[in-house]
């Protein structure tokens, strides 16, 4: 979940925000503000975010039995969503990570269910599997459409991997410093791949097949697993899965606060999202 600097705004009106997903609903926060509910679904339990600036377009996924699936929507000032699409329905079990290449407008995503990466159009159409070998719980993806490398991380395995956008070159990296990831965050300007790991309950990063430790924030967590991670210049957002907490951390100072704490329709914590103009 990268921040890129190329991105075209020009259909986009909506101001800078956070995304939050929190199983019934996607809360969006604006800078200053609490954070308000764009969109609920009682039923639902949303986990996966993912957007594309360009085409002012949020998706996200769902893994209730009743819901499977990925989301599509329009976004407006304030976050707020329009024409909501169940754009992918069928062949789904647990898709947990989402991304997008913005380049060719093609939408990524993890099954740790299937045990797969997969891709579609935007509109859910031409999907196609990766033929990756060894996947077991495939979690956290994104893509770094510039040098055209998709990284993912693995639960089961514990380890981060990365291929060409049509499956190729597959390469992986069992390291011990990964133990239990979960959303990650490409910065293209330092070439540092971030993520939270649930199981040390710390954001690290991964370069140069080296995995570095940003800050831990086992003492902030009173025992809750880390799932999100949003990053927006020199922060970074970390969810709390069922805690109804969110962290930020100085990514300078290497030091953390806590920014929300018990929010509302937050049943449980799973994606973030930072929009930005930039």
């Not at 791949?193 to 831990?216: M, P, T």
């Not at 920014?259 to 937050?266: T, V």
């Amino acid at each position: 979940f990268a921040m890129w600097s190329a991105f075209n705004m020009v259909n986009c009106q909506t101001e800078d925000g956070l995304f939050i997903a929190t199983a019934t609903d996607i809360l969006f926060q604006r800078s200053n503000s609490d954070p308000v509910s764009v969109y609920n679904n009682p039923s639902g339990r949303i986990v996966g975010l993912t957007f594309d600036h360009d085409e002012s377009l949020l998706f996200w996924s769902n893994i209730d039995i009743a819901a499977k699936g990925i989301y599509r929507a329009n976004v407006g000032d304030g976050g707020i969503l329009s024409d909501i699409q169940h754009i992918v329905s069928k062949d789904v079990d647990e898709i947990n990570g989402l991304s997008i290449d913005w380049v060719s407008k093609h939408l990524y995503w993890t099954d740790g269910g299937k045990r797969s990466i997969e891709l579609s159009d935007y509109n859910g159409e031409k999907r196609r599997v990766l033929s990756i070998q060894g996947l077991f719980i495939p979690r956290g993806i994104v893509i770094d459409p510039i040098e055209m490398w998709l990284y993912w991380n693995d639960q089961g395995t514990g380890g981060i991997g990365k291929c060409r956008l049509a499956g190729s070159n597959a390469q992986f990296d069992d390291d011990a410093a990964i133990e239990w990831p979960n959303q990650m965050a490409w910065v293209q300007d330092t070439g540092k791949l971030y993520f939270v790991d649930s199981k040390s309950k710390s954001l690290k990063y991964f370069k140069n097949g080296q995995v570095s430790e940003v800050v831990s924030v086992d003492s902030q967590v009173d025992g809750n697993n880390i799932f999100g991670l949003a990053i927006n210049a020199n922060t970074a957002y970390i969810s709390v899965w069922n805690s109804g907490l969110i962290l930020k951390v100085d990514l300078a100072t290497r030091s953390a606060i806590v920014e929300h704490r018990g929010l509302s329709q937050a049943n449980a914590m799973f994606s973030l999202l930072y929009w930005t103009q930039q």
